[in-house]
């Protein structure tokens, strides 16, 4: 049994050198479970390095005051806009290169690659101009009280302003997640995360001759940390490391192309739109309740995406699955290979939610000690932590939709859930029937049920197999 054990050991070990250094490339044929192995790990490290990057930032901040926690919570609401875009454009380059690739359209892929990034520059410069000029303005609307605005509005100034490197990072690493080189998008964000880490001291606190800057140090590092991943990105496209090798004479627009990822990417733009600007209005509600709450909120969701980003890995493994398969014309294949992913999500999830149940409160504590912080991150924590299993399920289906290229489908499921359940539930609880926080908690954990069953049930009908793209 101790020898099984140990060749089982090695085997493992074997497959997860080949899936970090990105040797495996062919995902229509073959095993399932290894498939979803080679491309859920890179992808698995890649979101942990972001969540790891979310805890690392959030401490280092809570040691600056509860108005610059209470900063990014108000500034990442609003940019969830830009992340909304960017993963709406990111699920399109994936889908559409996911396709081309299972076609073995190679020229196709890289031409989609192209007016991907293009796309994704118009909209970050146009965002980024209304984020630096009106920083002040924008967090004055999400409720913040005028010494908050004080102190943090560079921050936001210089994260919006800077959104660049945050769209075009993650448009990137979308198309080498599409071409089946989870690898290479995991290696980006260990530069990226990496070098944000470092830099985050030295700007926050001023160390050595760089000025003390606060929370806008927090900024300073993190665009510096992304932007020269981007760089990093662009390298590998056109020094040609991954299976998309870009030359200066395909930089031109097609605009065929263009609108047929503009078309793809609509609905997954509206899809996180619905999303994203339902978490700017529950933390507008949660800004009713003091800086204090606020602050609380603000760490359990970072908290909680240590563990949603590595479930998001393995999501975002389904969708390149589901492209590639159904361009290889396998959708049966395709099927099984997002209940298999769903079931080891939800088995992953399962244990999590476990840890937050009992031990929320104690994890809070580690990022600040103020009493009321801490009680109502805590019971955040657990409260949305008891529908976990179902997040699960939820999160791959979604994403299998969104790889087949069917990304109306999911702009439904979240409509119904986010905008016409949660947030009235959400406004009517907290407020209303003056539950207060726990009303936007209860809200936020039955949307996500709510989402993951109408997701399941709709899959099950089979229309996004016939999907083109």
Known sequence: MTNQNTLTFKKLARHFITAVTGKETEFTTGSIRKAIFMLSIPMILEMMMESIFAIVDIAYVSQVSVNAVATIGLTESVITLVYAVAIGLSMAATAVIARRIGEKDIHGARKAAVQAI??????????????????????????????????????????????????????????????????????????????NIILDPIFIFGWGPVPEYGVMGAAIATNIGRGTAVLFQLGILFFGWSRIKIAMKDIVLNLKVMFNLIKVSAGGIAQFLIGTSSWVFLMRIMSEFGSEVLAGYTIAIRVMLFTLMPSWGMSN????????????????RAETSVWKTGKYNAIFMGVVSVVYLLFAPEIVSWFNDNPVVIANGGLCLQIIAAGYIFYAYGMVVTQAFNGSGDTGTPTKINLVAFWLFQLPFAYLAAITFEYGAVGVFVAITLAEVLLAVIAMIWFKKGKWKKFEV
Do not use: C, H
């Not at 980024?128 to 609307?141: P, R, S, T, V």
């Not at 210089?158 to 989870?182: C, E, S």
């Not at 492209?323 to 396998?330: C, D, E, I, S, V």
């Open 118 to 195: 293009i796309l994704g520059i118009i909209v970050s410069v146009l965002v980024g101009i209304i984020g630096f000029l009106y920083a002040k303005e924008i967090l004055g609307l999400m409720g913040a009280e005028q010494s908050l605005i004080d102190e943090g509005y560079g921050y936001t100034k210089l994260m919006i302003g800077g959104n660049i490197t945050i769209l075009l990072l993650f448009l990137i690493n979308a198309i080498f997640r599409g071409a089946g080189d989870a690898s290479i998008a995991m290696w980006t964000l260990v530069l990226s995360n990496g070098l």
């Open 317 to 332: 493994a389904a969708a390149t699955l589901v492209g590639q398969n159904l361009g290889a014309k396998r959708p049966e």
